[in-house]
């Protein structure tokens, strides 16, 4: 019987990531207490800068009574207060076993195939490659996004219990780590990587406390999350996300910086995260084309249903989609 690609075939996340939820201190007093960022909703008159049309930008009378249009935005904002200049992040990963058992399937003997070609990576590869390259992103702070960018230094907590007790990682300036070298010779992420890897090899229960101190300036802005609003007829032009009233950063969106790891894509210039087309979508573009058959789908199908054994890079770029999760079936496709 030839195999084909279930029609229902979905993975469940390997790296369960939580919210992060952003408090505030005073780097210049000693055992300050935290303060949690709030959301602050702002009105102001903005100015007319968005391209116009030639008709009214070479018309000065035109231009002169557009400019005067008043552009009224209601936004939310964040800010740490002005007797606080370090933003804290604390979020939480949990690391769950990795063994190609698919969440949900409904044919067996693809299914069987399919943790076969799994079970074949994990004893000739393992994880240790892609553990390494998570810890390397939990360590450079890449999930902080526009907050690191912001940051003069950052000083980054791992540990094992939410009250910081059995730390396993301090890196005391992670700005000073890369964003693309997967590679770098450091103690703290050789440590994290350990841990990561043995909780998806199911040797450990592995659950980890990220806590980032970004020193970034009494009363400046900082960057949650912001909501997508679909609903157009809403009041405020944008919604940041809070939870419990407290400023915060989508799951989702760190989940998207740890997994930035693939740079085996062709002609890969940095990493992007491990999606099955390779999409980065604030550059609009995909990196893994389905026409140059290095895409998810056709590296997977040609592996698990054909027996054509991708390269080892390529190997790890498939097991990085599956440990991040999703529906993958055929039925799916048109």
Request: hydrophobic fraction near 40%; proline fraction near 4%; charged fraction near 20%.
């Amino acid at each position: 019987m030839t195999l084909t690609t279930a029609t229902v075939l979905a993975f469940e996340r390997n790296l369960d990531i939580s919210d992060a939820l952003f408090s505030q201190v005073d780097s210049a007093v000693s055992a300050a207490q935290f303060r949690p960022v709030k959301i602050q909703t702002k009105s102001v008159r903005g100015t007319i800068s968005n391209r116009l049309k030639s008709a009214i930008a070479n018309d000065p009378v035109k231009l002169d009574a557009e400019i005067e249009k008043p552009n009224l935005q209601t936004v939310d904002v964040a800010s740490l207060d002005h007797d606080c200049d370090t933003l804290v992040v604390k979020w939480s990963c949990k690391v769950l076993p990795f063994t190609g058992k698919p969440s949900v399937c409904n044919d067996q003997a693809y299914q069987a195939k399919l943790q076969g070609v799994v079970q074949g990576y994990l004893q000739e590869s393992g994880v240790a490659e892609l553990s390494r390259r998570y810890a390397t992103n939990i360590a450079n702070s890449r999930w902080l996004w526009r907050n690191r960018l912001g940051a003069e230094s950052i000083r980054l907590t791992v540990s094992l219990s939410p009250d910081g007790a059995g730390t396993i990682a301090v890196i005391e300036d992670a700005k000073q780590l890369s964003l693309t070298d997967f590679s770098q010779n450091n103690n703290a992420v050789s440590e994290l990587a350990t841990r990561i890897e043995q909780g998806l090899k199911g040797d450990a229960f592995v659950i980890l406390y990220i806590k980032a101190e970004a020193k970034v300036g009494y009363g400046q802005e900082v960057y949650p999350s912001q909501e997508l609003i679909l609903d157009t007829g809403k009041e405020k032009s944008k919604v940041l996300y809070q939870k419990n009233d407290i400023a915060g950063m989508h799951s989702q969106k760190i989940s998207n910086a740890i997994r930035t790891i693939d740079n085996w894509y062709p002609d890969a210039q940095f990493p992007v995260a491990a999606e099955p087309y390779g999409a980065v979508t604030t550059l609009g573009t995909a990196f893994r084309q389905p026409k140059q058959k290095q895409d998810f789908y056709s590296l997977f199908d040609n592996w698990v249903l054909k027996d054509s054994v991708p390269s080892v890079e390529q190997q790890h770029y498939v097991m990085a989609v599956l440990i991040r999760g999703g529906v993958f079936g055929a039925s799916g496709k048109e």
